[in-house]
């Protein structure tokens, strides 16, 4: 399994809860989380067959950012 990381402008809970949908549809659930305590806001995301660019224009379509540590 690999992991890939992405800084995100995700910062709290409800927020997690807009994202939360699309991540799933992208990803999987229970295949992702994000460090809120983290001042990156870093999103991990866990999976052998994942784009990168793909979770990135997924966050974009509901409004957030994420950029590739």
């Not at 990381?5 to 295949?31: A, D």
């Not at 990156?40 to 866990?46: D, Y």
């Not at 784009?51 to 997924?58: F, H, L, M, S, V």
Request: proline share 3%; aromatic share 6%; hydrophobic share 35%.
């Amino acid at each position: 399994m690999k992991k890939y990381q992405f800084k995100t402008n995700i910062m709290c809970n409800s927020c997690i809860e807009k994202v939360t949908p699309v991540l799933n549809q992208s990803v999987g659930e229970n295949q992702w989380q994000i460090d809120l305590k983290d001042p990156k806001r870093t999103l991990t995301v866990s999976s052998e067959n994942i784009i990168q660019k793909d979770i990135i224009n997924a966050l974009q379509k509901v409004g957030y950012k994420a950029d590739e540590i």
